[in-house]
C-alpha cells in the first residue's frame, strides 16, 4: 500500500501523559520513527492534554510542532498567529501572540466550589493550587520548572483525593450538581467546567474542514478517562495501553485500534500502521 502522500486527508490528535509521553519519564524517545513520519508527510498533529498552556506549549516547542493544540481537558483550543486562516469568521481571543477558543470557565470560580465544598463538609482532598511546587513536583516526577509551568492554570484544578470512597461519591455528586465536572486522568482528577477533549476536537476538525473543503479522516490517541470523550469523536480510536492503569474500553465505537506496548512504543507502532496503510 502507498503511504499517505496529501496531509488534508488526515488529522492526528494525541493525549501527552502515558500516550505520546513515558508515564514514568516523559520521554517520547520511543515515538521518534512516528513523529518524524507525520512531520515528513506535514499531517497535523493536535496535542490534546490535560496539560497547562504553558506546559503544552514547551512540549510542542521540544517536538518541533507548530500546529494548534488543545489544553486543560477541552477548556481551550490555541491557535498560532500564523495559522488564523484556519479560525476565519471565528471569534477569539487575541493573548501570547496567539489566538485562544475557550469552552472552560474560569479557575477562580472552580476554585470557589471546592473551597465551599471542603469548609461545609470536611472533606479532605488537595489541589494543585493548594500544593507549594515542591509538592507538585513530588507528586509528578516533573523537574522543578516544568512543575512552576504545571501550576499555571486558567481553566482546571487536579486534585488528589485522599477521603473515602463514601465521601467521594457525595463530593462527585455536589460538585456535578453546580454544573462542573470531573475527569480521572493519569495521576489525578480533573475539576473543570465547559467542553472537553472531544467538543474541543471536533470544532477543531470544523475549522480544518472549512479551511480544506474536505472532513479529514481524523484519529486520536489517549489512554486514560479523561481521554474517552476525545476517542469517541475520532473516525479511528488508538487505546494505548497504560503501565498504571487498565485498558480502556470504548462502547459503541465501530473503529478502535488497541495497541500492543504501552505509552510511546504503542503509539509510535499504531501511528507508523496507520499513516503507511492510509489511501489518500
Known sequence: MQPVNNPRNLLIATDLDGTLLDHHDYSFEAAFPALNAIRLRGIPLILNSSKTWSEVEQIRTELGITDPFIVENGAGVIIPSDAKNLTEGETLQPKNNMLLKSFGIDLQKILRVLAELKHRHGYIFRGFSEMPVEEVRERTGLSNQQAILAKNR?????????????????????????????????????????????????????????????????????????????????????????????????????????????????????MLDIINNHHT
Open 154 to 270: 486558567q481553566f482546571s484544578e487536579p486534585v488528589v483525593w485522599l477521603d473515602s470512597d463514601h465521601n467521594w461519591q457525595q463530593f462527585s455528586q455536589y460538585v456535578e450538581q453546580t454544573g462542573l465536572q470531573i475527569l480521572r486522568g493519569g495521576r489525578f482528577f480533573h475539576i473543570s467546567g465547559g467542553g472537553d477533549k472531544g467538543s474541543a476536537l471536533l470544532w477543531l476538525k470544523q475549522c480544518y474542514t472549512r479551511l480544506w473543503q474536505h472532513s479529514p479522516r481524523l484519529i486520536a490517541a489517549g489512554d486514560s478517562h479523561n481521554d474517552v470523550a476525545m476517542l469517541n469523536v475520532a473516525d479511528t480510536a488508538v487505546v494505548v495501553r497504560s503501565p498504571v492503569n487498565p485498558v480502556l474500553t470504548l462502547e459503541n465505537h465501530t473503529h478502535v485500534i488497541t495497541t500492543a506496548s504501552t505509552g510511546p512504543a504503542g503509539w509510535n507502532q499504531a
